[in-house]
Structure formats: structure tokens, C-alpha cells
């Protein structure tokens, strides 16, 4: 399994999270968002409608409807009620729940950088985990720093 640490420093959580749920579904891929903060699954609800004018992400909030349909779901716990093998952990909270996934895709910042090192550390001792960490560069693209 992968786990992609991404360090937001120049490009915020609301410009690089849709461009990643994207590609997973255009891969014909699932991905499940986790949250613990209701007001930020909120937000986020509302940003996957309107980042941008010429795109359409389908996706819904975990309970609001049909979970099983929808190729994003976001939720508060990592339980893929949508099937996703990919998740997305955008509160900078490392779970260990999300090694039951394919792919993670780990956001934080730098109020959350020392939990995210904690994470890196422990998960160099698991058997079949492949770690990398993406860091934004002067012009904002990412670039694999480990």
C-alpha cells in the first residue's frame, strides 16, 4: 500500500484536495475524505460543487443519501461506505485505519507537522507500506522530497 504525505505550505487544502479526488475518479477509482471536524466536512461538501466553473465531481456526505454510489464520500471515520480503496485524511489526523486502504493521501500543515513526522516514523517499521512526501516548491507544483 502507498501513503503520500502531502505538506500544504503554498497551495491551500481547498486547491489541491479536488485535483486529487479527480484523478482517483478519472482512474475509475473511489475515494473516501475523513474529517473529525463536521464544520470542515461541510466545506468541503460545498467546495467539490463550486472549485471549479467547468468541472462536476459527484460526491456526497457519509449518511446524506446513497453511500454505496457515490465515487467520493466524505465522512468523519475512515469506514468506506462508498467501497473507496483510496482515502484521504484531510484534517492533518494520522489513523491508523486508513492502512486498511489501498492508497492514502495524508494532508497536513505546519500546526500538524509534528504529528505528521510521528506518523512517517511509525510507519517506516510496516511491512509493506511505501511511503512518499510531497512538498510544494516556489512555484507551488509538487515535488517528491522522500
Not at 456526497?60 to 453511500?67: C, L, M, P, T, V
Not at 507537522?113 to 511505501?130: C, F, Y
Amino acid at each position: 500500500m502507498q501513503v503520500d504525505f502531502y505538506h500544504l505550505t503554498l497551495m491551500p487544502l481547498d486547491r489541491a484536495l479536488p485535483r486529487i479526488a479527480e484523478r482517483v475518479v478519472e482512474g475509475g477509482g473511489r475515494l473516501l475524505i475523513v474529517s473529525e471536524s463536521e464544520t470542515q466536512r461541510g466545506l468541503l461538501d460545498k467546495l467539490l460543487w463550486s472549485y471549479a466553473a467547468d468541472s462536476f465531481l459527484p460526491h456526497a456526505q457519509a449518511g446524506a443519501g446513497s453511500d454505496t454510489v457515490q465515487p467520493v464520500l466524505i465522512a468523519g471515520e475512515a469506514s468506506a461506505g462508498n467501497e473507496a480503496r483510496n482515502i484521504a485524511l484531510v484534517d492533518g489526523v494520522w489513523r491508523d485505519d486508513a492502512l486498511g486502504f489501498d492508497r492514502v493521501f495524508h494532508f497536513f500543515d505546519e500546526e500538524r507537522i509534528v504529528e505528521a513526522r510521528q506518523a512517517w516514523k511509525s510507519l517506516a517499521e510496516r511491512e509493506g507500506v511505501e511511503r512518499r512526501y510531497w512538498k510544494q516548491n516556489e512555484q507551488g507544483r509538487w515535488e517528491q522530497a522522500a
